[in-house]
């Protein structure tokens, strides 16, 4: 089977950000190696992002078009989180509430047009993985609502905006390659009790993190202050 290059870069990109995203759970705050894991994540995820949108529209996959946006949106409000000065907000933050709320509206949209076609399917997923989707996109949204009206965040829910919007396109990213392309898995593990566990790691990993977060004085100071 042939790969186009943006294909292979969009493949590439991905492995190496769910690798570099495995790794910034265990390696030590603050230290470099973590730095470095969290910047390559970073780069290699919006690369899987604005390859995704391409990938997508030339294939008419609408999901995959919507979610390579949303992974963008929430990687570059979680990198402006720790880069803006504590109860600070600006015009990027304006216009990212204005990106995602065009993006729920696409996943809900879409999802109404899967419920009530033929075969309930659209390009071959269900209403519920777009209204999945667009609930969190929603709830994206009503924070950054909230954290405008509010002129910033501080403290503790500064951190933990930037944790959750780094692991959600981590799980995307898991689930889209070990679930949603589990075809190209040898027979032997292409099983779903065993593709699922990178998938409920992630989810596992990042609960741990937020809830220690909330639980306890981890506080980021970023490079600004």
């Known amino acids: 089977m042939t790969f186009s290059p943006l294909v292979l870069i969009h493949f590439l990109a991905g492995s190496v950000g769910i690798l570099a995203g495995f790794m910034v759970f265990f390696l ?38 919507i979610n390579g946006v949303f992974i963008c949106y929430l990687l570059a409000t979680s990198y402006m989180t720790i880069k803006r000065k504590a109860g600070c907000y600006g015009y990027f933050e304006q216009l990212a509430l204005v990106v995602v709320v065009a993006v729920a509206i696409m996943y809900f949209t879409f999802g109404i047009q899967a419920a009530h076609s033929a075969t309930g399917k659209l390009h071959g997923f269900v209403p519920q993985i777009f209204y999945f989707f667009g609930g969190v996109a929603t709830l994206a949204a009503m924070l950054d609502f909230r954290m ?22 981590l799980f995307m990213a898991t689930a889209a390659f070990f679930l949603g ?45």
Request: net charge positive; aromatic share 14%.
């Open 148 to 169: 405008i009206y509010c002129g910033g965040l501080d403290g503790r829910q500064r951190i933990i905006r930037h944790v959750w919007r780094m692991c959600f396109p």
């Open 181 to 225: 392309q589990a075809k190209f898995f040898p027979e032997a593990v292409r099983k779903i009790e065993l593709l699922a566990i990178p998938v409920i790691l992630v989810i596992l990993f990042s609960g741990f993190w937020l809830i220690r977060i909330k639980l306890s004085n981890f506080i980021y100071v970023s490079n600004q202050e």
């Open 28 to 65: 030590p705050k603050y230290s470099s190696s973590h730095k470095i894991a969290g910047n390559t994540f970073l780069i290699a995820m919006l690369i899987l992002g604005l390859t995704s949108v391409y990938v997508a529209y030339s294939r008419t996959i609408f999901l995959s078009l």
